[in-house]
């Protein structure tokens, strides 16, 4: 196959800028899925916080990564399937494995909590992902930030749950973002979405909140309604 001209010169700047051991080690520890700040990938690659910027620079100039900025935090994360799909293949050429991403969270908080009012945690990662999967989000990427709207099947999805979208429209906030959870490091709902669908979920009994505590716990209504309303198992 013929390489066009321009092609092979952007080829070389990409393979340029994954062949330096440092940038390889932040790369392969964004394959899990999960975003890191500058400072845990400085930690990762062995490097000084200067030094980790100019290596996130370079990586993000060659759309490799992408910054996802929330509130005064940056996190990066590999810019899409692609690029996961190339450093898989050129892991299994040099017959490297990398590690998995262990949250240090409290387990209890880990699993389920709100994130000010809104749901947040592992079930409200799966529940962003299943929405997402039944095509019931639509997007449209923003200064580094997913924004979403409902497609037609997700407002009647959630008008039959007795969301009134109407309202929720209306309120002076944005109406829908991937808010990055801290634990999870993938977006769960934020937003005015996110909040109407928390407050299904407890007015459902689907998760009770503990007294004094931002911790949920999943009833086993909750765990069957939402096997068969989203096809999230939990």
Same mark, same amino acid.
């Given at each position: ?10 080829? &070389? ?20 899925? =999960? +975003? /890191? ?14 030094? +980790? !910027? &100019?290596? %996130? ?7 490799? $990564? ?20 190339? %450093? ?13 991403? %262990? ?9 389920? /909590?709100?994130?000010?009012? =809104? ?8 529940? =962003? ?9 639509? #997007? ?11 497609? !037609?099947?997700? #407002? ?8 009134? %979208? ?7 906030? /944005? ?9 999870? /490091?993938?977006? =769960? $709902?934020?937003?005015?979405?996110? +909040? ?30 939402? !096997? ?7």
């Amino acid at each position: 196959m013929n390489v066009e001209p321009q092609t092979d010169l952007v080829i &070389a700047r990409i393979a340029a800028a994954i062949g330096e051991p440092a940038r390889v080690r932040m790369l392969y520890c964004l394959l899990d899925g =999960h +975003a /890191r700040t500058a400072t845990e990938l400085a930690v990762v690659a062995d490097v000084t916080p200067s030094t +980790a !910027s &100019a290596h %996130l620079n370079r990586l993000q100039k060659e759309r490799l $990564i992408k910054v996802f900025v929330q509130g005064k935090h940056r996190y990066y994360s590999l810019e899409g399937s692609d690029v996961a799909s190339a %450093l898989e293949g050129l892991s299994v050429i040099a017959g490297g494995s990398s590690d998995k991403f %262990l949250p240090n969270t409290p387990s209890q908080l880990r699993d389920a /909590r709100t994130c000010y009012d =809104h749901m947040a945690g592992t079930l409200g990662v799966q529940l =962003h992902n299943c929405l997402k999967k039944l095509g019931w989000l639509s #997007t449209d990427s923003k200064r580094g930030v997913d924004e979403y709207g409902l497609t !037609s099947k997700g #407002t009647k999805g959630l008008e039959l749950l007795g969301t009134d %979208l109407e309202s929720i429209r209306m309120q002076r906030r /944005r109406f829908a973002y991937a808010c990055l959870d801290w634990s999870e /490091r993938q977006p =769960h $709902i934020g937003g005015a979405l996110g +909040a109407a669908i928390l407050k299904i979920a407890l007015k459902r009994k689907w998760v009770v909140q503990e007294f004094d505590s931002r911790a949920l716990n999943i009833t086993n209504l909750g765990k069957r309604e939402m !096997s068969t309303r989203f096809g999230l198992q939990i």
